[in-house]
């Protein structure tokens, strides 16, 4: 299946952007005033920016900084689609579209601008519905409050749970909109924080306070799902046998488990192996009888074997029937030759005498 990448960014937005970055930090001292003018960041057009509030000069986020902005997506300005406040995001994480992402690494701590963006690097032909249709340019305005390192060994818990679960969600909305590259990187970002904690890791501020089975039971039940929305990427990107150890993960925790039991069937289906991805089913039709999607499942997988059959039988056919007419054309072909001999004997032996008698008589 093909991969749907209407919001990559090109190797030529990489170079442009990069040269954006050594422009800006080259002029920025220059530049202690907002002005009117909108600049083309990547020279491409895809995305123009207004400074309103010029922040602290060299303060920019570096990637992976966890930055806090406030910011409000809208098609004009009297039609707020989106407003945040205090978001957090980690930079070039994908929390939130690229070109948003690209323009905020390109901002200094307390600026307040406009940007323009192209479908392309925002909402792309599936745009936002109901509110922002396909193929149509956004305008943000963002302000960025902070920007701080993260110690992913320092934090709780609870923070762990909290961000695990948003870049899991993260990544069920890149998978809902076809982008299944970015939604694998999601997942596994997730499952850095959703992994197991060892040790006196506390999961509340209190140094009392230790992490109680029920704690890691839910941290647990939280990566099994990130798991089986993992396996659901790859299987659409048709990465079978990454997705297959991604399942083995959830089975081995919840061999019950029917989402993963399904797509374990549709990856066997998919590698040819119609035993295997029949067990797996049958497996989960025990477990849910009356589930639709197995039901159907089962039935395609049935016609296909049913269809395998009917072809190994023809084959058979055609194999042996042409064998059994191939001996029964030849099946005197000894006899003919031994026949062939005789008459040659004989036919020589009339030829002596022939000869014989015309000379002596």
Same mark, same amino acid.
């Given at each position: 299946?093909?991969?749907?990448?209407?919001?990559?960014?090109?190797?030529?937005?990489?170079?442009?952007?990069?040269?954006?970055?050594?422009?800006?930090?080259?002029?920025?001292?220059?530049?202690?005033? !907002? =002005?009117?003018?909108?600049?083309?960041?990547? /020279?491409?057009?895809?995305?123009?920016?207004?400074?309103? #509030?010029?922040?602290? @000069?060299?303060?920019?986020?570096?990637?992976?900084?966890?930055?806090?902005? +406030?910011?409000?997506?809208?098609?004009?300005? +009297?039609?707020?689609?989106?407003?945040?406040? +205090?978001?957090?995001?980690?930079?070039?994480?994908?929390?939130?579209?690229?070109?948003?992402?690209?323009?905020?690494?390109?901002?200094?701590?307390?600026?307040?601008?406009?940007?323009? &963006?192209?479908?392309?690097?925002?909402?792309?032909?599936?745009?936002? !519905?109901?509110?922002? +249709?396909?193929?149509?340019?956004?305008?943000? #305005?963002?302000?960025?409050?902070?920007?701080?390192?993260?110690?992913?060994?320092?934090?709780?818990?609870?923070?762990? #749970?909290?961000?695990?679960?948003?870049?899991?969600?993260? /990544?069920?909305?890149?998978?809902?909109?076809?982008?299944?590259?970015?939604?694998?990187?999601?997942?596994?970002?997730?499952?850095?924080?959703?992994?197991?904690?060892?040790?006196?890791?506390?999961?509340?501020?209190?140094?009392?306070?230790?992490? =109680?089975?029920?704690?890691?039971?839910?941290?647990?039940?939280?990566?099994?799902?990130?798991?089986?929305?993992?396996?659901?990427?790859?299987?659409?990107?048709?990465?079978?046998?990454?997705?297959?150890?991604?399942?083995? =993960?959830?089975?081995?925790?919840? !061999?019950?488990?029917?989402?993963?039991?399904?797509?374990?069937?549709?990856?066997?289906?998919?590698?040819?192996?119609?035993?295997?991805?029949?067990?797996?089913?049958?497996?989960?039709?025990?477990?849910? @009888?009356?589930? !639709?999607?197995?039901?159907?499942? &089962?039935?395609?997988?049935?016609?296909?074997?049913?269809?395998?059959?009917?072809?190994?039988?023809?084959?058979?056919?055609?194999?042996?029937?042409? *064998?059994?007419?191939?001996?029964?054309?030849? @099946?005197?072909?000894? #006899?003919?030759?031994?026949?062939? =001999?005789?008459?040659?004997?004989?036919?020589?032996?009339?030829? /002596?005498?022939? *000869?014989?008698?015309?000379?002596?008589?």
């Amino acid at each position: 299946m093909s991969i749907d990448s209407e919001n990559n960014i090109s190797v030529s937005d990489e170079e442009n952007l990069s040269n954006a970055k050594t422009n800006s930090e080259t002029t920025e001292s220059n530049d202690d005033k !907002p =002005t009117d003018e909108w600049i083309d960041l990547l /020279g491409s057009g895809s995305i123009n920016k207004k400074i309103l #509030k010029e922040g602290t @000069p060299e303060s920019r986020p570096e990637r992976q900084q966890v930055c806090v902005i +406030n910011y409000e997506l809208f098609l004009n300005e +009297n039609d707020i689609i989106e407003k945040k406040e +205090n978001y957090e995001i980690d930079l070039g994480d994908y929390d939130v579209v690229q070109g948003l992402d690209l323009s905020i690494g390109l901002m200094n701590i307390g600026e307040i601008c406009l940007l323009r &963006l192209e479908p392309r690097l925002a909402f792309g032909i599936r745009g936002l !519905p109901p509110k922002i +249709n396909g193929e149509v340019a956004v305008t943000y #305005k963002v302000e960025l409050i902070s920007a701080r390192d993260e110690d992913l060994e320092a934090l709780n818990i609870n923070e762990r #749970k909290k961000k695990g679960n948003h870049k899991r969600e993260r /990544g069920n909305w890149w998978y809902g909109r076809g982008e299944n590259n970015i939604a694998v990187q999601c997942y596994r970002k997730a499952l850095d924080y959703l992994d197991e904690v060892e040790g006196g890791i506390k999961f509340s501020n209190s140094e009392d306070d230790e992490i =109680t089975d029920s704690i890691l039971q839910e941290l647990l039940e939280d990566r099994i799902s990130v798991y089986n929305n993992l396996a659901a990427a790859q299987i659409k990107l048709e990465s079978y046998d990454a997705a297959l150890n991604s399942l083995k =993960t959830v089975l081995q925790c919840q !061999p019950q488990n029917i989402k993963a039991l399904y797509r374990q069937a549709k990856i066997y289906k998919a590698k040819n192996n119609v035993s295997s991805a029949m067990k797996a089913l049958q497996k989960a039709k025990e477990i849910a @009888p009356n589930d !639709p999607d197995i039901q159907n499942e &089962l039935a395609k997988l049935k016609q296909l074997v049913d269809k395998q059959k009917k072809t190994e039988r023809e084959l058979a056919k055609r194999m042996f029937g042409s *064998t059994f007419k191939s001996d029964k054309k030849q @099946p005197n072909s000894k #006899k003919v030759y031994v026949w062939a =001999t005789v008459a040659a004997s004989v036919a020589v032996g009339l030829a /002596g005498l022939a *000869t014989y008698r015309f000379k002596f008589f």
